[in-house]
């Protein structure tokens, strides 16, 4: 991709009102905008970091067993009233009356969704277990909107939920996922503190939380004795007959006995989590992105787009970039170099390729690798050879 053929809209000084480190980047890295309190237009660089790790949460999601599906986000308020929870998390429940008079909410959460389409189709224990999961937008009326994609009132958000027919497959499904998310977590490049929580509006007796420490975070953990701040990034419930009691989700065991579906639901903030990989990964010049979740692994700086050699050169290194199959960004902008070189530093990128004179002279390349600020000057099969292995590790 072509700098000048998308749009990174950069900002050199930091916005007023973003509170955190995390935000403040979110900004000026030209990632996100916000349209009002609380909810944000994701731009190319930040949809394709959302997107990545979507990618890996699927990949993950999968490999345990689970089956993606996608939910309506409109949902009937009676459904609610069923559960008992409309009063319980009304506060937060974006609601309304449509046109024909019924009462609607935009889905905050959906375990009452789920649950109401396994119960019609899920009979029997050869059915179970079963394991379902999407990756959505909610909506939740956030008193106050804070810390950018950390507390919004419009997110995405990677729900899954388990159906078991007895505690022992729960725990089999609860300890899988949690193993999962540790996996996920690591691919995003976070340190996690995973602690016991309180089950809250979800309901059930055990949950665990997955905590990123942060500077900036609005929760509390406690850390070799320490207390840090941290944010929330995933959740996971053992809701046992909660929601199955409450809305009719039954089935038949093998002795044909009638009993409530034994249930899990397993949460992962997806927008949250890139602002927990900014906290954890930044410096005072940037973004550090890990590798796997970049929205480009490489950065092709040409230091003087109007000279048609080095920009034919350029053009050389990406198209051998592309036949190996890595997509390179390629600042072509008729800018000084200092403003391309902080503007690289600020996007994160995890590795810059800079052409000029230099590589026209000598017939050599330079490499930056932006977490350590290694450099190396090489030919250029040399360079490419060493990306190559980086990305392929």
């Known amino acids: 991709m072509l700098w000048s053929k998308t749009f990174i809209p950069t900002l050199k000084e930091t916005p007023q009102d973003a509170e955190s480190i995390s935000h403040q980047l979110l900004l000026r890295a030209g990632l996100v905008r916000m349209l009002m309190a609380g909810a944000y237009s994701y731009l190319p660089l930040g949809l394709r970091v959302l997107g990545n790790i979507e990618n890996i949460v699927r990949q993950e999601m999968n490999s345990c067993g689970a089956v993606e599906l996608l939910l309506p986000a409109l949902q009937p308020l009676e459904l609610w009233q069923r559960s008992g929870r409309d009063t319980v998390i009304g506060e937060v429940m974006i609601k309304f009356t449509d046109r024909r008079g019924r009462a609607v909410c935009l889905g905050p959460t959906h375990e009452e969704v789920i649950t109401e389409l396994v119960k019609a189709h ?15 937008t909610k909506f939740r009326d956030e008193l106050r909107p804070r810390f950018g994609l950390v507390r919004a009132c419009e997110f995405v958000m990677k729900d899954a939920y388990s159906f078991d027919q007895d505690e022992a497959g729960l725990d089999k499904n609860y300890q899988a996922m949690h193993a999962a998310y540790l996996r996920i977590f690591k691919r995003c490049g976070l340190d996690i503190v995973t602690t016991e929580a ?18 900036d975070g609005e929760d509390v953990v406690t850390v070799d004795g320490k207390k840090v701040n941290a944010i929330e990034v995933g959740h996971i419930f053992k809701l ?36 927990g990989v900014i906290e954890q990964n930044n410096d005072k010049d940037g973004i550090i992105w890990p590798l796997e979740i970049a929205p480009y692994k490489v950065m092709i700086l040409v230091l003087d787009a109007g000279d048609k050699k080095i920009m034919e050169l350029a053009s050389v290194v990406y198209q051998e970039l592309e036949k190996k199959g890595i ?52 030919p250029q099969e040399e360079i490419l050879r060493e990306i190559t292995g980086i990305i392929n590790g």
């Open 122 to 136: 899920v009979s029997s224990y050869k059915q179970l277990p079963l394991v379902l999961y999407q990756i959505q």
């Open 240 to 275: 046992g007959t909660k929601y199955s009691a409450a809305l009719g989700a039954n089935f038949l065991d093998a002795q044909g006995q009638l009993k409530p579906v034994i249930m899990g639901c397993y949460g992962i903030g997806v927008s949250r989590l890139i602002s």
């Open 327 to 378: 997509e390179p960004l390629l600042d072509d902008r008729d800018e000084r170099p200092g403003v391309k070189f902080k503007d690289a530093d600020l996007l994160g990128i995890p590795l810059q390729v800079i052409v000029g004179k230099n590589a026209l002279k000598e017939g050599t390349l330079e490499l930056k690798n932006r977490r350590s600020q290694q450099k190396l000057v090489k």
């Open 198 to 215: 309180d089950s809250g509006v979800m309901g059930g007796k055990v949950s665990h939380e997955f905590m990123v420490p942060a500077k």
